[in-house]
T-cell receptor
Framework: DAMVIQNPRYQVTQFGKPVTLSCSQT?????MYWYQQKSSQAPKLLFH???????NEADTPDNFQSRRPNTSFCFLDIRSPGLGDAAMYLC?????????????FGPGTRLTVL | DQQVKQNSPSLSVQEGRISILNCDYT??????FLWYKKYPAEGPTFLIS?????DKNEDGRFTVFLNKSAKHLSLHIVPSQPGDSAVYFC????????????FGTGTRLLVSP
């Protein structure tokens, strides 16, 4: 089945220790997104790649970076995680064709910062 | 500014009855609306969508209604099943090409047997 895969599902890191979360997709979608979601809140878009073009949201901290080495993979790097970065990180993909933009989400990575 | 609002944080319904989840938006430029369902410890799953050229879209037990004049949409689940218990997010976007999805804060639905 075509899908969006995130690894790991759970990640524990120490305060200030860099961490990388990964996302892969078999949908061949041209857009990949990273969201941060905290409890009882709406998912918050951090950035997205439209093909190779990186688009950062204005309020995304510099601590968060992303890489998309090819169509299938996208990484989220948190350079110096703080306690406030503990959250669920969601990867999503979509295929921009015409008007609609249905995003398909992976299962998420739950990040704990000690 | 919360452009997409889900004012009911939770809803409890008995199995077999209708569940109605509501969503209001403020941006008149929104023209595409989606509902996502999220189980604990999983990512949101796309459920159903509606374009602003329609006022109703149906998929099995799920129907979304759009009232553009009131800037309101609702998701009806009939009949509700215990497996429908989850958090439901409403989302909206505007324009063509790449559009940023704006999400509501979600409504937790509990369907009891």
């Amino acid at each position: 089945d075509a899908m969006v895969i995130q690894n790991p599902r759970y990640q524990v890191t120490q305060f200030g220790k860099p961490v990388t979360l990964s996302c892969s997709q078999t949908l061949n979608h041209n857009v990949m997104y990273w969201y941060q979601q905290k409890s009882s809140q709406a998912p918050k878009l951090l950035f997205h790649y439209y093909d190779k073009d990186f688009n950062n949201e204005a309020d995304t901290p510099d601590n968060f970076q992303s890489r998309r080495p090819n169509t299938s993979f996208c990484f989220l790097d948190i350079r110096s995680p703080g306690l406030g970065d503990a959250a669920m990180y969601l990867c999503a993909t979509s295929l921009i064709s015409g008007h609609t933009d249905t995003q398909y989400f992976g299962p998420g990575t739950r990040l704990t910062v000690l | 500014d919360q452009q997409v609002k889900q004012n009911s944080p939770s809803l409890s319904v008995q199995e077999g009855r209708i569940s109605i989840l509501n969503c209001d938006y403020t941006n008149s430029m929104f023209d595409y609306f989606l509902w996502y369902k999220k189980y604990p410890a999983e990512g949101p799953t796309f459920l159903i969508s509606i374009s602003s050229i329609k006022d109703k879209n149906e998929d099995g037990r799920f129907t979304v209604f759009l009232n553009k004049s009131a800037k309101h949409l609702s998701l009806h689940i009939v009949p509700s099943q215990p497996g429908d218990s989850a958090v439901y997010f409403c989302a909206a976007s505007a324009g063509t090409g790449f559009q940023k999805l704006v999400f509501g804060t979600g409504t937790r639905l509990l369907v009891s047997p």
